[in-house]
């Protein structure tokens, strides 16, 4: 049985994202725009210097809707704070599980310290988490292992020993380089076949996850 386990935070544990789509939402409200909701599929995985670009071009320049997109930030994190997001199919079960059996849990995440400490509190699951590696702690992003082998560091497990939870194909990316297991639970994209090769292995949620833990394949 694996001695750790490191969990992504966001699509992995919390379903943020319909709390970023109306974050959207509500930035192009303010600038007296709609939001345009099919221009969402670009937004995955792009940087906010491309998402603006994209938008620049959907909305012909109007210097409304790049201050729309300037403030979305702002505006989700102000809104996690205030409400959280669902916790994802499975998350509780898991980490009782892992509890109960001594397996130490860590967050790692590109997100700010504060941000993860609100979806913590908010879901009251703070109390099963060891360690916390964030956003604002400055390490390199993934899919550098650097965020994963902090939080492996923090635990006191080896990375071999440990499984890395993950929606994104840069997270596993990330735990296939430092030496971890990596498990990708997919939020909104499906997994490459390149990814699958990374991953040892895919689960629909994290009911599975903890079903590979009872049949004693982790």
Known sequence: MVQGIIFDL????????PVWIAAWDVAFSEQGLSFRHDLLPQFFGASHEAIGKIVDVAYAGDVRALAAVKEHARIGREMMLEQGAAKKPGLDGLLSYAAEHGIKCAVASASPKELIHAHL???NIEGFFSAIVAGDDGL????????????????????????????????????????????MVPDMVEPTEETRKLARFVCRDLHEVRNLLEEGRL
């Open 10 to 17: 966001d699509g992995l544990m919390f379903d943020t994202e």
């Open 121 to 123: 509190e908010h879901g």
């Open 140 to 183: 390199p992003s993934k899919p550098a292992p650097d965020v994963f082998l902090e939080a492996a560091r923090r635990l006191g497990v080896a990375p071999a020993s440990a499984a890395v939870l993950e929606d994104s194909a840069l997270g596993i990316q990330a735990a296939h380089a430092g030496g971890f297991i990596p498990i």
